[in-house]
């Protein structure tokens, strides 16, 4: 079975500022997809940004980038330019890569940006 | 396009009482997932449909918890009856396996449960 961990219940950064969250993951397969999805206050689930382990160079989305560390099974999300609309609970996720498999998440990043 | 619909947002129950959750999943999307999210926890799977076929409910509590997705497109999540560790968020999800994202699973808001 697939675990994944955010060691990392709360996090704070200033308005404009870098920050990263941290996930790490255990799983015996050799391919594979990491997520990141943010979980606003509204409680809608909105996908963030997506790798593939097969895939070496570390996904990008705009302000968010992966350090994808597949040897050492960590999956980190780097906010840049951090923004008050950030301000949510972030999720890290493991899929495997058959079709429809089901999503296993960590236990969340409650990330706040001040002003 | 519409995203995945559910209703109702909010449902406030006695315990020992029955409790239906409905979803509409985003149009042409095969596979729907019903989540469980508990409070200050991420969201864990309780089944998984392929069409109208239940492929992966290893999850659900079947004393209690029933679901049906009869002619593949919305679905029905049932609690009966409900206990008071029920109270929860339930989030249903679908994908596609046309998705030229991947299969990238697309979540509704969610049905807040509390169970007195």
């Known amino acids: 079975a697939q675990t994944v961990t955010q060691s990392q219940p709360e996090m704070s950064v200033q308005e404009a500022e870098t920050v990263t969250l941290s996930c790490t993951y255990d799983?015996?397969?050799?391919?594979?997809?990491l997520f990141w999805y943010k979980q606003p206050p509204s409680r809608q689930m909105i996908l963030v940004i997506r790798q593939e382990a097969y895939k070496q160079q570390n996904a990008t989305e705009n302000r968010f980038s992966v350090n994808f560390q597949k040897a050492a099974k960590s999956f980190s999300l780097k906010i840049s330019d951090s923004q008050l609309g950030d301000t949510a609970m972030y999720f890290c996720?493991?899929?495997?890569?058959?079709?429809?498999?089901?999503?296993?998440f960590g236990e969340g990043t409650q990330l706040t940006v001040n002003p | 396009e519409a995203g995945v619909v559910q209703s109702p947002r909010y449902k406030i129950i006695e315990k020992k009482q029955p409790v239906a959750f409905w979803c509409n999943p985003i149009?042409?999307?095969?596979?729907l997932y019903w989540y469980l999210q508990n409070l200050g926890q991420g969201p864990e799977l309780l089944i998984r449909y392929e069409n109208e076929e239940a492929v992966d409910d290893s999850q659900l509590p079947k004393d209690r918890f029933s679901a049906e997705r009869l002619k593949g497109v919305d679905s029905t999540l049932k609690i009966q009856p409900a206990e008071l560790g029920d109270s929860a968020v339930y989030l249903c999800?679908?994908?596609?396996?046309?998705?030229?994202?991947?299969?990238?699973?697309?979540f509704g808001p969610g049905t807040r449960l509390l169970v007195l």
């Open positions: 999800a679908s994908s596609s396996n046309r998705d030229t994202e991947k299969e990238t699973q697309y």
């Open positions: 799983t015996s397969e050799n391919n594979y997809y």
């Open positions: 996720a493991f899929r495997r890569l058959f079709s429809g498999s089901r999503l296993t």
């Open positions: 149009s042409g999307h095969n596979t």
